[in-house]
């Protein structure tokens, strides 16, 4: 391809030759003024420093909230390792069934995605979706046969996790253990949520359904 001709465009792409234009002239004057006495104000940063996430390589201790002496919530400590326990019998022959099967991939697809990851956590902790309430209150259920606690319980727990993660007051960090980050929250005492009353403040939006009331 050779080089472009551009007087072959029409007439406004052509290009025209500059004309020598004559020199502007200015003035100026300046008018000094006493310069005034001003108060300094103190600004804030427009970018605020970001509190970086904890070295996974760390440990940390159990959340300063955390009940001392030590008090165990049975309901907990001896319900989930006996649940756990039960389910290993599914491994005896004369207890196995593919039924069983399917209902325990069922069921985990039911109380574990609808009624943790998306009734507790998608819905009630982050507010991430509209729901009938007739809806969220069944998802609320289905959460609440994982024996994870209470929904508003739950989702207090949740928030502060996500306001402090991996740092005081962090309520279920696995930089404490495996699993207390598991499940070891659930069974020992936290004096942040050993009543509704201590921790309604962190779910006065969901505290306002009586539903979620009567079950606590």
């Known amino acids: 391809m050779g080089p472009f001709d551009h007087t072959c465009l029409p007439g406004i792409f052509k290009q025209t030759p500059l004309r020598s234009l004559p020199q502007p002239t200015y003035s100026m004057s300046i008018d000094i003024v006493p310069e005034k006495p001003t108060q300094s104000v103190a600004q804030e940063p427009s970018n605020p420093p970001k509190v970086l996430p904890a070295d996974p390589s760390q440990t ?81 259920l289905l959460g609440v046969c994982t024996m994870q606690d209470t929904p508003a319980c739950w989702v207090a727990m949740h928030r502060i996790h996500h306001q402090h993660s991996d740092h005081q007051p962090d309520p279920h960090s696995p930089l404490v253990t495996f699993l207390w980050g598991h499940f070891g929250w659930l069974m020992f005492e936290n004096r942040d949520f050993t009543n509704v009353k201590d921790y309604q403040r962190f779910t006065r939006d969901l505290l306002k359904d009586p539903f979620y009331l009567k079950l606590e």
């Open 60 to 140: 940390l201790p159990w959340p300063e909230t955390a009940i001392e002496p030590v008090q165990v919530r049975w309901r907990y400590a001896i319900s989930i390792p006996l649940i756990h326990l039960l389910a290993c019998l599914a491994f005896v022959p004369w207890f196995f069934s593919w039924t069983g099967v399917a209902l325990s991939i069922l069921g985990l697809y039911v109380f574990g995605t609808l009624g943790i990851n998306i009734g507790y956590h998608r819905l009630l902790t982050h507010r991430g979706m509209n729901a009938p309430k007739w809806f969220e209150h069944t998802l609320a």
